[in-house]
């Protein structure tokens, strides 16, 4: 008798479609903002065709009501994205971890205390707190919006990591790694942090997400990075004028806006699934 | 000689409420205890107590010696050094005992290498390798190598309590409290781990507290049991004299539960 042979199942996680249509939708904005630092089809400032052309070959989403290529600007609207996104992501990040690791740690006064200030500033939307940002710095550019985003996000970031590291503290291995003598910050480095970052790492990129919408809605607003920077949001600002005569103007910087927000959140869903041997294996 | 773990007179209250009342317990060192009770009668807010993991709103008051270290009112900086140098603790149920997200050789490699540290060993990465493939193969698991790269989802209750028994063995502690390893596990695999945990206690010299509900598991493993009911300590002794002709009532409906329980299974036998 022969033994049959046994394949031994793969522990490896795999790759999901969710991940790859992500990667590619986000991949085109990074290619096309890489591609913008470098080139253009045309002089995003000089007026190269006749006002509000609609789309055509030599213009790809029409002209704006001065004759400047529309895809130019589209083009170098993703680099503001992208930058403002990241960098929001980044500083939200980094304060709303540290606050929500302080307050799962702290003593259950100075916790409530943080949990309640959470909670008050999560209940004013995330815009009107970073127009309040900007309105309070002397002028508006992109750094203060990245700044301003970033900050209005930070708290639902905190509260958060809050709950997720909370839950991941009552877990017996957080009591058994104690009991073997680790120090609390062993706990947030080797266990903590790698437990809630990938739940974390998904609203990351739905930060991202909101952060390049809430760029666009200051933009939009005037209190975002300023002309000639072709931020999205100011696209569609300059496009409301001509949405009946033009609708392109409006449907293009939207459309920009809708890919990359959707192409994130699709690859932070893939990305979770990488991240998560538990969820890899049940697949 | 001087007892491992000193227990004097601990009393522990929540919001007024006594969960602990004057619970004296002494354990020499290479000894094993047992220490046993229903649920909620104390046993393992006992175990945390002595190793100052007190959940927050709970006050103790009485006096915990660990190797000759006040317990009670101890900074939590010379409690981090002292519990993984005395104490290393084994828990009942081992899939939550291991973290989900690392494999299991590197969960038994970061004790270990806190403790060559400590003992001034070599602590690079092929000596704490060794160490772990050393640590795995001690509490007889096979292929070590292959399994230290396993998740603790993919290993079976048995061999994730083995993991959780190395991760404890890597701090080389002087008292090892499992508190009730054996509970979430199948009855053949709940002997395999007892005969290992003899075995280990032994080889190791370590003392032992062991926790359970269980009379038979704990009397194949201690030489002296306490008895605690709701709090209190019932009565201690020696494990023959305790079982063979207990002094309390609660230890004598204990005893006798066993007993009909064993009778019951031979009768069906």
């Given amino acids: 008798m022969t033994t049959p042979e046994l394949t031994i199942p793969q522990t490896h996680p795999r790759v999901s479609a969710t991940l790859w249509v992500g990667l590619v939708l986000v991949g085109l904005h990074v290619a096309i903002a890489l591609l913008s630092l470098v080139w253009t089809p045309y002089d995003p400032l000089g007026m190269t065709g006749g006002r509000l052309e609609a789309p055509s070959w030599a213009h790809w989403a029409g002209t704006d009501r001065l004759g400047r290529d529309f895809f ?46 959470l909670d008050i500033l999560i209940a004013f939307p995330t815009l009107l707190i970073a127009m309040l940002v900007v309105a309070a710095s002397d002028e508006a550019n992109l750094f203060t919006a990245i700044l301003a985003i970033g900050i209005a996000l930070s708290a639902i970031v905190a509260r958060l990591t809050r709950i997720l ?84 103007g409006a449907f293009a910087p939207g459309l920009a806006l809708v890919i990359l927000v959707v192409g994130i959140n699709l690859l932070a869903d893939g990305l979770r699934d990488v991240a998560d041997p538990t969820r890899s294996a049940q697949r | 000689m001087r007892p491992v773990l000193d227990i004097a007179d601990l009393s522990i209250a929540a919001n007024g409420k006594t969960l602990l009342d004057k619970v004296s317990l002494s354990i020499a060192p290479g ?30 008051t009485g006096a915990i010696s660990l190797d000759g270290q006040d317990v009670i009112g101890a900074s939590e900086r010379s409690m981090v050094s002292l519990r993984g140098n005395v104490t290393a603790t084994v828990f ?32 690079g990465r092929t000596d704490v390798a060794a160490g772990v ?73 370590m003392a032992l507290l062991f926790i359970s509900h269980d009379l038979p598991v704990v009397a194949r493993v201690v030489d002296r049991v306490v008895v605690m009911q709701h709090g209190v300590v019932v009565e201690a002794g020696p494990v023959g004299e305790v079982f063979s002709r207990p002094q ?10 066993a007993r009909s329980f064993d009778g019951a299974l031979e009768g069906a036998a």
Wanted: proline fraction near 6%; charged fraction near 15%; include cysteine.
């Fill in chain 1, 72 to 117: 130019t600007q589209i083009m170098l609207g993703s680099q503001i994205a992208l930058v403002v996104g990241a960098g929001a992501v980044a500083i939200g990040g980094a304060i709303g971890v540290t606050l929500g690791l302080l307050a799962a740690f702290a003593s259950r006064w100075l916790d409530d205390a943080l949990a309640a200030t």
């Fill in chain 1, 165 to 248: 590291a909370k839950r991941v503290l009552l877990l017996d291995y957080i009591t058994a790694a104690r009991t073997s003598g680790t120090s609390w910050m062993g706990i947030v480095l080797i266990h903590v942090l790698p437990n809630i970052w990938p739940t974390l790492a998904v609203n990351f990129a739905l930060q991202f997400g909101l952060a390049a919408i809430a760029e666009a809605s200051l933009s939009y607003l005037g209190l975002g990075a300023p002309p000639p920077n072709a931020s999205w949001g100011h696209l569609l600002q300059e496009a409301q004028g001509t949405v009946y005569t033009a609708p392109i």
């Fill in chain 2, 31 to 60: 000894e094993r205890v047992g220490l046993i009770g229903e649920s909620g009668s104390g046993k393992s807010l006992t175990a945390l107590a002595a190793i100052g993991l007190l959940a927050p709103g709970l006050t103790a």
């Fill in chain 2, 92 to 123: 009942q149920e081992p899939l939550t005992a291991l973290d989900p997200l690392q494999p299991v050789g590197r969960q038994i490699a970061e004790p270990l290498r806190r403790r060559l540290r400590r003992d001034g060993e070599a602590a």
């Fill in chain 2, 133 to 205: 493939q050393n640590l795995l193969a001690q509490v007889a698991l096979p292929d070590p190598l292959a399994l230290s790269r396993r998740y603790p989802h993919e290993l079976s209750g048995g061999q994730r309590q083995r993991v959780a028994i190395a991760m404890a063995l890597a701090c080389r502690p002087q008292l090892l409290i499992a508190d009730e390893p054996t509970t979430a596990l199948d009855v053949t695999t709940q002997a395999e781990i007892l005969r290992l945990l003899a075995k280990l206690v032994a080889d190791n010299g």
């Fill in chain 2, 248 to 257: 309390h009532d609660y230890t004598r409906s204990l005893v006798a539960a």
